[in-house]
């Protein structure tokens, strides 16, 4: 039977991990996918708040004794291209999250692209793919001595214009470039669909299921009103969940259902309310998909 797990998103930097993995299993999940950075500090590796990864073997003997896994991990992110980064510097952070996933016992480790600031729509779009080619194809072997699968994930950036912020269409936003740029690094890559994402950028997301195909390792399911990127629970927003489980059923997908919402703003006291109305979702869906 698939797994139901969820992100640590907006919980796990308040709580810590053994009091969040706790809460995770009251919900009723099966797991969890593990964010290897703080919420406000995003391009830093940080593990249960400390930056050495041997800190994942203590977090998952904690999940382990609660019969829970660690389904995926989630790299830190943010970076782009002409702010100064390096090549150098970010796969140094990737290598240590890869370190940590293998030793919290995930699989696969969700990876932003690195992106230009002018990288929207069309523009610099092969020369942001290649550059990434580049970083991802140098961090192949070290994910293959770890065991883990980098997992690319679509996305969206910000473009301020006439006043207004909004977010478009960037590098890995289709399900075309994606299998593209899996299909060129090899078999330590596959791919993370993340459905509020897919929303933003105004894919035809059952068609985006269909081109990833068997690429199609994991999932960030969220929901949001097509303007901003609010990791909602489903139903929340305006995502068309039925037509996406459908073709989800359709290309075979066997991996977990899990879920990316935002529990920032969650009072503590209700989290547990919260995530098992997500938990309970996810059990909706685990029927849609595999006719329980």
């Known amino acids: 039977m698939r797994k139901i797990t969820?992100?640590?998103?907006?919980?796990?930097?308040?709580?810590?991990?053994?009091?969040s993995l706790l809460l995770v299993k009251n919900a009723g999940f099966d797991g969890i996918d593990y964010p290897l950075y703080e919420e406000d500090r995003r391009e830093e590796f940080s593990l249960d708040g400390g930056s050495d990864p041997a800190a994942a073997a203590r977090v998952r003997s904690v999940a382990n004794s609660l019969g829970l896994s660690v389904g995926q991990t989630h790299a830190p992110f943010g970076y782009r291209a002409d702010d100064g980064s390096t090549q150098?510097?970010?796969?140094?952070i990737y290598k240590r999250a890869a370190e940590a996933t293998a030793m919290l016992g995930a699989k696969g480790?969700?990876?932003?692209?690195?992106?230009?600031?002018?990288?929207?729509?069309?523009y610099r779009r092969e020369e942001c793919f290649d550059l990434n080619l580049e970083l991802f194809?140098?961090?192949?072997?070290?994910?293959?001595?770890?065991?883990?699968?980098?997992?690319?994930?679509?996305?969206?950036?910000?473009?301020?214009?006439?006043?207004?912020?909004?977010?478009?269409?960037t590098i890995y936003s289709t399900g075309e470039e994606l299998s593209r740029a899996a299909d060129t690094l090899g078999e330590q890559y596959a791919v993370c669909l993340d459905?509020?994402?897919?929303?933003?950028?105004?894919?035809?997301?059952?068609?985006?299921?269909?081109?990833?195909g068997d690429k199609l390792f994991a999932l960030?399911?969220?929901?949001?009103?097509?303007?901003?990127?609010?990791?909602?629970?489903?139903?929340?927003g305006k995502l068309p969940f039925a037509s996406l489980l459908g073709a989800l059923k359709e290309i075979k997908y066997s991996g977990?259902?899990?879920?990316?919402?935002?529990?920032?703003?969650?009072?503590?006291?209700?989290?547990?309310?919260a995530l098992k109305y997500v938990r309970d979702i996810g059990v909706t869906f685990r029927q849609m998909l595999d006719g329980e």
């Open 256 to 273: 977990n259902l899990n879920f990316e919402v935002r529990f920032t703003s969650v009072p503590k006291g209700a989290l547990p309310t």
């Open 195 to 212: 459905s509020g994402h897919a929303l933003i950028t105004g894919e035809d997301i059952p068609a985006m299921v269909r081109t990833i």
């Open 220 to 236: 960030h399911l969220h929901d949001n009103t097509r303007e901003r990127d609010d990791h909602l629970p489903p139903y929340f």
């Open 88 to 92: 150098e510097s970010i796969l140094d």
């Open 109 to 122: 480790m969700v990876l932003h692209p690195v992106k230009f600031e002018d990288c929207k729509y069309g």
């Open 137 to 169: 194809s140098r961090l192949a072997p070290f994910l293959k001595g770890c065991g883990v699968i980098g997992l690319l994930e679509n996305m969206f950036i910000k473009e301020q214009k006439d006043g207004f912020s909004r977010l478009v269409p």
């Open 6 to 19: 969820v992100a640590g998103y907006g919980f796990i930097e308040r709580l810590g991990a053994d009091e």
